[in-house]
């Protein structure tokens, strides 16, 4: 039994309410009606979500990772990369809110994780033509797909909570938490298979000793004083047998379209939570220019201006990790079959981080776990401008591609997190700016690569990071001023004064707050 534009969660749509005369936000406004039961369907759609990611970037990482490597020849791996963020910047501005409102987050989910086939097919034949096009698709789908994903955890976090009655922001970081874990074991299953390809196979040696083929004059070029133009006589860059590389390219080709049918068929729309609420882009009748410009028009905000350079970091590290770690310190000094190995180490100490740090921000805060990754990134960056990658040395590349796993998990879940709760009516339009600046971060990264050497590229992202935690620091004084303004009044609210101190006004704006919660009815059913 349902009324009035409640929800019946034994269908799967929800019942609409009837026409009003009021005014159109009145119209918009959807009630949602839940028993308190329902958080377990919520938890199994979470679980639906990260297992469909985690099976689509075992494809992708897998391949992203041996990229620099693999296709070096005329810096044709890192060209692709490039041209991928460099059309995920473009899509970021102009795709995702259009096409979640006209596809819903589910379909744009399904029809975005489709752009990543043809990237993995081109695998097959690797050239400019065939590349960099299928690189510029998988940008053009990525977009919308993170920005869907981001959505989705955002507003089923929101409604999570007021069904159990917790506190929001611990909600969505939880379940952001729970995504990259998910997500970064993608990192581990991507790796083991092209490892385990590669190193079985002649490239590999059998799996035999080889470092005896290295000689301490080729190693003087690895690590910090690697340089792509010098590096051409170095044998461990050499291009695996076309065969192994067709091999791990089909198995990784299968895995986009599992990800894509475990979405289909096991996800929820999030319509059954309230997809088109009022506040919601997706629930407004507006023009498409309006609807475009709500992307850009999220940039006013002093807060996401201020959030650009941290986000941009995170792009760049990931670039780093990815492209020129792998290349300038695993390749160039104990060869490409061991990538994956050193890379696995990444995937899985970012996956435990993710799913720690989800959960202890609850009880500590995000800002000790934001301290963590500052110091981190900075110490592993020292490190890497002075240490000299060697074999006999195999520990430091796992410990170092450890530690970087630690501080990319405090980055994905705590700005995530910071995104989600400062921007909850803005959802779609703030995490579409997330991907962008990420993107730019990644553009930036892949723009110098086959430029600078490792040492300039090692400076660069250190001044970026310090400019990120400058703006991060500012952002987080403001919130917490506005926080304290807002508990002063409610407590002078509860306790007036014949006399009151006037007390500057707390401008109320959609960043802070989210009709979402007045729109769910909680039953005991």
Same mark, same amino acid.
């Given at each position: 039994?349902?009324?009035?534009?409640?929800?019946?969660?034994?269908?799967?749509?929800?019942?609409?309410?009837?026409?009003?005369?009021?005014?159109?936000?009145?119209?918009?406004?959807?009630?949602?009606?839940?028993?308190?039961?329902?958080?377990?369907?919520?938890?199994?759609?979470?679980?639906?979500?990260?297992?469909?990611?985690?099976?689509?970037?075992?494809?992708?990482?897998?391949?992203?990772?041996?990229?620099?490597?693999?296709?070096?020849?005329?810096?044709?791996?890192?060209?692709?990369?490039?041209?991928?963020?460099?059309?995920?910047?473009?899509?970021?501005?102009?795709?995702?809110?259009?096409?979640?409102?006209?596809? $819903?987050?589910?379909?744009?989910?399904?029809?975005s994780?489709?752009?990543y086939?043809?990237?993995?097919?081109?695998?097959?034949f690797?050239?400019?033509?065939?590349?960099?096009?299928?690189?510029?698709?998988?940008?053009?789908?990525?977009?919308?797909?993170?920005?869907?994903?981001?959505t989705y955890?955002?507003?089923?976090?929101?409604?999570?909570?007021?069904?159990?009655?917790?506190?929001?922001?611990?909600?969505?970081v939880?379940?952001?938490?729970?995504f990259?874990?998910?997500?970064?074991?993608?990192?581990?299953?991507?790796?083991?298979?092209?490892?385990?390809?590669?190193?079985?196979?002649?490239?590999?040696?059998?799996?035999?000793?080889?470092?005896? $083929?290295?000689?301490?004059?080729?190693?003087e $070029?690895?690590?910090?004083?690697?340089?792509?133009?010098?590096?051409?006589?170095?044998?461990n860059?050499?291009?695996?047998?076309?065969?192994?590389?067709?091999?791990?390219?089909?198995?990784?080709?299968?895995?986009?379209?599992a990800?894509?049918?475990?979405?289909?068929?096991?996800?929820?729309?999030l319509s059954?939570?309230?997809?088109?609420?009022?506040?919601?882009i997706?629930?407004?009748?507006?023009?498409?220019?309006?609807?475009?410009?709500?992307?850009?028009?999220?940039?006013?905000?002093?807060?996401?201006?201020?959030?650009?350079?941290?986000?941009?970091?995170?792009?760049?590290?990931?670039?780093?990790?990815?492209?020129?770690?792998?290349?300038?310190?695993?390749?160039?000094? @104990?060869?490409?079959?061991?990538?994956?190995?050193?890379?696995?180490?990444?995937?899985?100490?970012?996956?435990?981080?993710?799913?720690?740090?989800?959960?202890?921000?609850?009880?500590?805060?995000?800002?000790?776990?934001?301290?963590l990754?500052?110091?981190?990134?900075?110490?592993?960056? @020292?490190?890497?401008?002075?240490?000299?990658?060697?074999?006999?040395?195999?520990?430091?590349?796992?410990?170092?591609?450890g530690?970087?796993?630690?501080?990319?998990?405090?980055?994905?879940?705590?700005?995530n997190?910071?995104?989600?709760?400062?921007?909850?009516?803005n959802?779609?339009?703030?995490?579409?700016?997330?991907?962008l600046w990420?993107?730019?971060?990644f553009?930036?990264?892949?723009?110098?690569?086959?430029?600078?050497?490792?040492?300039?590229?090692?400076?660069?992202?250190f001044?970026?990071?310090v400019?990120?935690?400058?703006?991060w620091?500012?952002?987080?004084v403001?919130h917490?001023?506005?926080?304290?303004?807002?508990?002063?009044?409610?407590?002078?609210?509860?306790?007036?004064t014949?006399?009151?101190?006037?007390?500057?006004?707390?401008?109320?704006?959609?960043?802070?707050?989210?009709?979402?919660?007045?729109? @769910?009815?909680?039953?005991?059913?």
């Amino acid at each position: 039994m349902t009324f009035g534009g409640a929800y019946d969660v034994d269908k799967d749509s929800p019942v609409k309410p009837p026409p009003s005369r009021g005014e159109d936000t009145i119209s918009m406004r959807e009630k949602v009606k839940l028993s308190r039961s329902e958080k377990w369907r919520i938890l199994k759609n979470i679980t639906t979500i990260s297992f469909a990611f985690m099976v689509q970037f075992t494809a992708f990482q897998g391949t992203a990772n041996l990229q620099s490597s693999i296709n070096a020849k005329d810096g044709l791996g890192t060209v692709s990369l490039s041209a991928i963020y460099a059309a995920i910047v473009v899509s970021c501005i102009f795709i995702p809110t259009l096409v979640i409102r006209r596809l $819903t987050v589910k379909w744009t989910l399904c029809l975005s994780m489709l752009c990543y086939a043809p990237y993995i097919g081109s695998q097959f034949f690797p050239r400019f033509y065939t590349l960099v096009p299928a690189g510029i698709l998988l940008g053009l789908g990525a977009a919308p797909m993170w920005a869907s994903k981001a959505t989705y955890l955002t507003q089923v976090g929101q409604v999570y909570a007021k069904i159990t009655d917790q506190s929001v922001e611990a909600i969505i970081v939880r379940f952001f938490g729970f995504f990259f874990l998910a997500w970064q074991t993608a990192e581990l299953w991507g790796n083991l298979i092209s490892s385990l390809v590669l190193s079985s196979g002649a490239h590999g040696g059998g799996g035999g000793d080889i470092n005896h $083929t290295y000689s301490e004059a080729s190693l003087e $070029t690895c690590g910090a004083n690697f340089c792509v133009v010098a590096s051409a006589e170095n044998t461990n860059l050499e291009r695996p047998p076309e065969s192994e590389i067709f091999e791990i390219s089909a198995i990784y080709l299968s895995c986009i379209f599992a990800a894509v049918i475990i979405i289909a068929l096991f996800l929820d729309p999030l319509s059954r939570y309230g997809e088109k609420r009022r506040g919601s882009i997706s629930a407004q009748s507006i023009s498409g220019i309006e609807l475009l410009a709500a992307t850009a028009n999220q940039l006013k905000k002093p807060n996401q201006q201020l959030l650009i350079p941290i986000t941009v970091f995170i792009g760049m590290e990931q670039a780093f990790i990815g492209a020129d770690f792998t290349q300038a310190y695993v390749s160039c000094a @104990i060869g490409i079959h061991k990538i994956g190995y050193v890379m696995i180490c990444f995937g899985v100490v970012d996956a435990i981080c993710s799913i720690i740090f989800g959960s202890v921000m609850k009880y500590i805060g995000r800002i000790p776990l934001i301290i963590l990754g500052i110091l981190t990134h900075g110490a592993i960056i @020292i490190v890497m401008l002075f240490w000299r990658p060697h074999p006999d040395h195999m520990f430091v590349f796992f410990t170092l591609a450890g530690l970087w796993g630690v501080a990319d998990a405090v980055w994905q879940t705590q700005i995530n997190g910071i995104y989600g709760a400062l921007f909850r009516r803005n959802k779609e339009a703030a995490f579409s700016n997330y991907r962008l600046w990420e993107s730019a971060g990644f553009v930036i990264a892949y723009a110098y690569s086959t430029t600078l050497c490792a040492r300039m590229k090692l400076y660069v992202l250190f001044s970026v990071l310090v400019l990120g935690v400058l703006g991060w620091v500012i952002v987080e004084v403001r919130h917490q001023r506005k926080e304290a303004r807002l508990k002063k009044l409610e407590e002078e609210a509860k306790n007036p004064t014949p006399n009151p101190p006037v007390v500057p006004e707390v401008s109320e704006t959609d960043d802070e707050h989210d009709e979402l919660e007045e729109d @769910i009815v909680v039953t005991h059913l």
